[in-house]
């Protein structure tokens, strides 16, 4: 699983000193990573919590954007950083600066 894997690496490179910038797709929104009790080993929530990765959302606006897609109320892409200070974190309008159903968004 692909999470399992950027666990191992975001790790390494935190053992190393490297600074992250991670930007994915994670295909589920924060409240899919949770359940009655913590969250869902190997979400995209696991993840954060178990690398320490800073979400830019929660970190500047104190909750992740209502949507990250064309979908309303979909925020399913996720923006983390480890060691990397955050200026603004913002979002572009739709289909700037592609054609696409994800939002841009800028760190």
């Not at 949770?34 to 979400?43: Q, T």
Request: aromatic share 12%.
């Amino acid at each position: 699983e692909i999470v399992r894997y950027l666990e191992a690496k975001i790790t390494a490179w935190q053992q190393r000193g490297d600074s992250i910038l991670l930007c994915g797709d994670g295909n589920e929104t924060p409240s899919e990573c949770n359940l009655k009790v913590g969250v869902r080993k190997f979400s995209m929530s696991w993840l954060f919590e178990a690398t320490g990765l800073q979400d830019v959302f929660r970190t500047v606006h104190s909750a992740p954007p209502q949507t990250t897609t064309t979908t309303s109320r979909r925020p399913i892409d996720w923006i983390g950083v480890w060691r990397v200070p955050i200026l603004r974190v913002g979002q572009f309008e739709e289909c700037f600066p592609a054609l696409s159903d994800h939002l841009g968004f800028f760190v």
